[in-house]
């Protein structure tokens, strides 16, 4: 019987820059949305700096550097300014995405079985700076044995799908996506999991033993509308280790 070990839940802010950077100034204050969710029982804090720095700026990774005592989870393509920006400000974390400038938000996993030459070359120079590196990919074999190969510590699978689907589909989705950490888990990858979790679908993602942390962001700051940030960051966490428990 596997062992059923604590999960962390990684607070994204994205949405609360995104609603700052719809009227200009500093409104809503993204570092006091940062500690707010420490109070709130986040484990780590996630923000993606895109191209187009719709919602992330270069100066809030400083600030929230210097400013959270959360480890910081930095998303980011495989671009050389992302790489740069990473090696400069050395969060705890890097995970690399795919993005095109036109989508809303990410659509699917990285295809790390085609980019297995820059992957591996990034992924060397971050882990030389001692970042950790994460790799968020769909659940599929093929995809976790390149992400080792390429010499990632971490994969976030990918869990859109599986929130996007019913009844049996989504069950289907659901056993892809256990399957995927257990094997992640046996190659020494370490497992994460995110994108559209919610309170009605996070209890079962939670419930698998071998993944040790939810990234989420778009749903809390929604929900923050109606019941506060710091309520909806307990409800969610509360949720996840009850299922863990």
């Known amino acids: ?21 719809a009227r200009g100034g500093m409104h809503p204050d993204l570092i006091k949305a940062a500690l707010l969710a ?21 100066n809030d990774i400083l600030q929230l550097m210097k400013e959270s005592k959360l ?17 400069k400000t050395k969060p ?3 995970c690399i995405v795919p993005e095109k400038r036109q989508e809303v938000t990410t659509e699917g996993g990285l295809n790390v ?11 060397r120079q971050l882990k030389d700076a001692g970042i950790r590196v994460s790799l968020f990919i769909d659940p599929m074999k093929e995809q976790i044995e390149a992400a080792r190969e390429v010499g990632a510590d971490i994969v976030e699978l990918h869990t859109g799908k599986y929130c996007e689907e019913v009844n049996i589909a989504q069950a289907k989705e659901l056993k892809k996506i256990h399957d995927a950490a257990i094997y992640a888990t046996s ?53 996840m280790q009850a299922a863990r428990a």
């Open 113 to 123: 079985l085609s980019n297995k030459k820059l992957l591996q070359n990034y992924a």
């Open 187 to 239: 190659l020494g990858l370490e497992c994460h999991a995110g994108h559209g979790l919610t309170f009605d679908t996070v209890s079962s993602i939670a419930h698998i033993p071998e993944i040790v942390e939810l990234n989420i962001g778009h749903f809390l700051v929604g929900e923050a509308v109606f019941m506060g940030l710091a309520d909806a960051i307990r409800k969610m966490k509360k949720l």
């Open 92 to 94: 705890n974390a890097v």
């Open 38 to 58: 420490a109070e709130a029982g986040a484990d780590g804090i996630t923000a993606h700096l895109r191209e187009d720095r719709r919602h992330i700026r270069d």
């Open 71 to 87: 480890p910081l989870n930095l998303e980011m393509a495989a671009t050389k300014e992302m790489l740069a920006i990473a090696l």
């Open 1 to 21: 019987m596997r062992e059923n070990h604590p999960i962390r839940l990684g607070v994204n802010i994205d949405h609360v820059a995104t609603i700052r950077n």
